[in-house]
């Protein structure tokens, strides 16, 4: 979709789609689930912090 030129129903009808459909709000939730059993945010930060310069990574996150 070429969001430049799409009028605004292009866009919303095809988020649309992604929030009514069964299959994807079943496997949203089940990538949900998973995520946070394995304690995903704090793995995404560690591997954010990892591929940043240490002497940003001066704030306390949890």
């Given at each position: ?35 946070r059993a394995?304690?995903g945010t ?21």
């Amino acid at each position: 979709m070429d969001t430049a030129d799409a009028p605004a129903e292009t866009p919303r009808a095809a988020l649309d789609v992604l929030v009514t459909d069964p299959e994807r709000v079943d496997r949203s939730k089940q990538l949900q689930a998973a995520a946070r059993a394995e304690d995903g945010t704090l793995r995404a930060v560690d591997l954010i912090e990892n591929m940043l310069d240490p002497a940003l990574c001066t704030l306390p996150f949890r």
